[in-house]
């Protein structure tokens, strides 16, 4: 062998030494671990929605943490919004985006356009992005397998908005058994076969209590709940049932934060052990939420 071939031989063998960066991913590895087995093959739904699902680096996080659960044995189920999207197409279509009360009028026109974004594409965009990170997704939405039974929300005067009427979880039971990820839509049909369009917390929430999930876990665009509004530093980090139904008949709770937190309340009062919800636009606050003390955003506690 002559000197360059030892060369060569002697770059091909030689490794690198440890770097503090390698030490602190092991340390935290090895933190991770009762986390890990509190939670294997434990269920927890998460609604992926606001600026996580928009940004592309927020995205590209999100998918792989949902894989990450995913390998180590947390039986997740995702449900998704997708208004930005649903909007935008609308506009591409010619047809103005109305909201009454802050939810979306849905005419048979706009439901076609929901379904076909929903359904067709941001669901499959999720899917593919899970699959990518090398855990098994499915994409389905309350239509398959009978999931979720719709009802026409109010008088309908939103046109075809429901609300959540049944929930079947015989479809899901059996993927998250066997390590799949569902992922679904919050598109259902009511008794007479007419699609409707569903607020995704809602149906987070409705799933998990169906489940016996330990967690429900809400992505958003807020810290979480605060006690002030528009004050970051008032973050509320735990709260019980009762202090959480408390903050809604004063106001506290107000606005677009309202149904999330009566999201929340539902689930625990079915059986759901914690709600969460969290800033979705803290990179990898899904495991920053799970795999840790401390956790990130509001904890909704069942007792109390």
């Known amino acids: 062998m002559n000197s360059k071939d030892q060369q060569k031989s002697l770059k091909k063998n030689f490794k690198k030494p440890f770097t503090d960066k390698d030490s602190m991913r092991v340390s935290v590895l090895s933190e991770a671990l009762p986390y890990i087995q509190r939670f294997a093959n434990k269920r927890i739904v998460i609604k992926y929605g606001g600026s996580a699902m928009a940004d592309k680096g927020l995205q590209s996080a999100v998918l792989r943490d949902l894989a990450l659960l995913s390998s180590v044995g947390v039986q997740i189920v995702v449900v998704h919004g997708g208004g930005p999207e649903i909007n935008q197409w609308l506009e591409k279509l010619g047809i103005k985006p109305v909201f009454l009360d802050g939810l979306r009028i849905t005419d048979t026109e706009t439901m076609d356009v929901v379904e076909m974004v929903l359904v067709g594409r941001v669901n499959k965009q999720i899917v ?177």
């Open 128 to 304: 593919s992005g899970i699959n990518s990170h090398g855990s098994l997704a499915v994409g389905l939405c309350g239509i398959d397998g009978g999931l979720i039974e719709a009802r026409t929300l109010g008088g309908g005067t939103h046109g075809l908005v429901g609300e959540v009427a049944k929930v079947n979880t015989k479809l899901l039971i059996p993927l998250l058994e066997k390590g799949y990820v569902p992922v679904i839509s919050s598109v259902a049909n009511s008794p007479d076969s007419r699609s409707h369009n569903i607020n995704a917390d809602t149906v987070a929430g409705e799933l998990a209590a169906a489940l016996g999930a330990e967690k429900l876990i809400l992505l958003t665009d807020t810290p979480g709940i605060l006690r002030h509004e528009d004050d970051p530093s008032s973050l509320i980090d735990e709260i019980r049932l009762s202090e959480a139904r408390e903050l809604i008949e004063l106001g506290v709770v107000k606005g677009g934060m309202r149904p999330k937190v009566e999201c929340c309340i539902r689930s625990l009062a079915q059986g759901v052990n914690a709600a969460h919800i969290i800033d979705g636009r803290t990179p990898h606050a899904l495991l920053l939420e799970v795999f840790t003390d401390a956790g990130i955003g509001t904890m909704v506690m069942s007792r109390g």
